[in-house]
């Protein structure tokens, strides 16, 4: 089934695209270079691999999708593979940057398949599960990342490209060619999804990101403010990915039930009391991993709900709005996380963090203003 081997790439792109931070430090000695230095490998890899996904979604909805979304994770794997193989550091800048525009094909292109190709009653469903299968590569790739450099060293990497290499393989020997049927969507197009209710969704989730992002990112920092051992920090990250990947697989389930604007209206409404529970409960409370792990659940839940409500409004532009709403969403919040945190070291972390929970508001008034399009499909 299409669904299921596109969501084996995903969680193969996605781990990947997670080997690089936490062999940030490697790579300094490698290349001989500080963090600000090789913290440039990051943001090109950020910038091409998630604010370029409107962009490739437009390349996808006009060209064969099943071959952007097998090459997609190639490139991914090549370039991560590859870290150490560059004597340059602007050489490996470039190499990655094509690597993230590799993981914004497949993303766009990817989603865009997964929702057309699944049946329509379970749309959702197939949605949340390919979403799913990107937090698992996600949580996997720091982890075989520094298992196999640790063992055998930086270049050993390239060892693994296979594991992305083989599934594309399956989907292009599998599949027959995905094109867009009919005239391809044009400028006009394109630029018809940043207004009415596509708009309103990206801006929802942009929101919803900003600020569920920005307590998840402040939160070691928090933590460290009130001497809580680094072990209950692991723990809490810990908590809160897997009830997010889980959050993200039950949202598009339901979905497909109760309907995609009600889903994503009241996990918007539940997730707001939660948010402040967060802030305003002791986090050494028993109780407070439970928030942490209803937050994270609802507060994701709403990601592949999104996608799939997006896809319902505008069928002919699929791979478009799917990047969108996935990569460019993250991006576009992660970009305000550098003066979040300067305000945070001005104000406090409790204070910032309240004032930002705010903006789920007007997150739940843009939700509430989009049309039902995804009212229930069926039994």
Known sequence: ?????????????????????????????????GLGTAGLLVSVYSLTGSLLQPLAGLVADRMDRRLLAAMGPVLVALGMGS??????????????GL?????????????????????????????????SAGYLGLSLGPIVALGVVNLFGLKALFWLTPLALF???????????????????????????????????????TLRS??????????????????????YTALSLSVYSLSATLGTFLGGTLSDRLGRKRVLVQTLSLGLPLYLALLLFPPAHPLY??????????????????????QELEPDQTATVSGLLMGFT???????????????????????????????????????????????AGP
């Open 1 to 33: 089934m299409l669904p299921l081997l596109l969501a084996w790439l995903h969680t193969t792109n996605d781990l990947f695209s997670n080997f690089l931070t936490p062999l940030l430090p490697k790579l300094m000695a490698h290349f001989g270079v």
């Open 83 to 96: 870290l150490a193989y560059w004597p340059r550091f602007e050489a490996l800048l470039l190499v990655l």
């Open 99 to 131: 690597a993230g525009m590799g993981s914004a094909l497949f993303h766009a292109a990817g989603a865009s398949l997964v929702g057309e190709y699944a049946p329509k009653a379970r749309r959702g469903f197939w949605l949340s599960f390919f979403g």
């Open 167 to 205: 599934p594309a393989l399956v989907l292009l020997f599998a599949r027959s060619p995905v094109a867009r049927k009919g005239r391809p969507p044009g400028l006009r197009d394109f630029l018809r999804v940043f207004r009415g209710d596509i708009a309103r969704l990206w801006g929802m989730a």
């Open 210 to 231: 900003l600020v569920f992002m920005s307590f998840s990112t402040t939160l070691p920092y928090w933590y460290a403010q009130k001497g809580l051992p680094d072990a």
């Open 289 to 310: 991993l439970l928030i942490l792990a209803l937050a994270g659940a609802l507060m994701n839940a709403g990601i592949p709900v999104a996608v799939a409500l997006a």
């Open 330 to 376: 993250w991006g576009f919040a992660g970009l305000f996380y550098a003066p979040i945190g300067h305000l945070i070291e001005a104000y406090g972390v409790e204070t910032v963090l309240l004032a930002l929970g705010v903006l789920i508001l007007p997150a739940w008034g843009l939700a509430r203003g989009v049309r039902a399009q995804g009212a229930p």
